[in-house]
């Protein structure tokens, strides 16, 4: 499930994760033109975001054309211990995926 366009880091202090997701994407609106040719580039940009604490979702985010290039995102997780998994997944509006999943320290 490891994919390189995730990177997740994430630490467990007194039963409390925090989580850190970075997410590598292009983030293209649809209204931009290419410096060279002067076209228009396509629209490439993630819709949706699910994050995952032990296989279950805690939180989901939809995302559109307004989130910059290489979307940075962090959240706490409560009642985590050291062992616990927390991943990441996303989707975009031109069908490609990425997911990671970390086990926590």
Do not use: C, Q
């Amino acid at each position: 499930m490891a994919d390189k366009s995730v990177k997740i880091r994430g630490k467990v202090k007194e039963g409390v994760a925090k989580v850190k997701v970075l997410i590598s994407h292009p983030m293209e609106t649809g209204t931009r033109r290419s410096a060279d040719t002067g076209e228009l580039i396509p629209a490439k940009y993630i819709e949706e975001v699910v994050f995952t604490h032990n296989g279950n979702d805690v939180l989901t985010a939809y995302w559109g054309t307004s989130v910059s290039k290489n979307p940075y995102s962090a959240f706490i997780i409560k009642s985590a211990a050291s062992g616990d998994k927390v991943g990441a997944r996303w989707s975009d509006n031109t069908g490609a995926t990425g997911a990671n999943e970390i086990v926590m320290k």
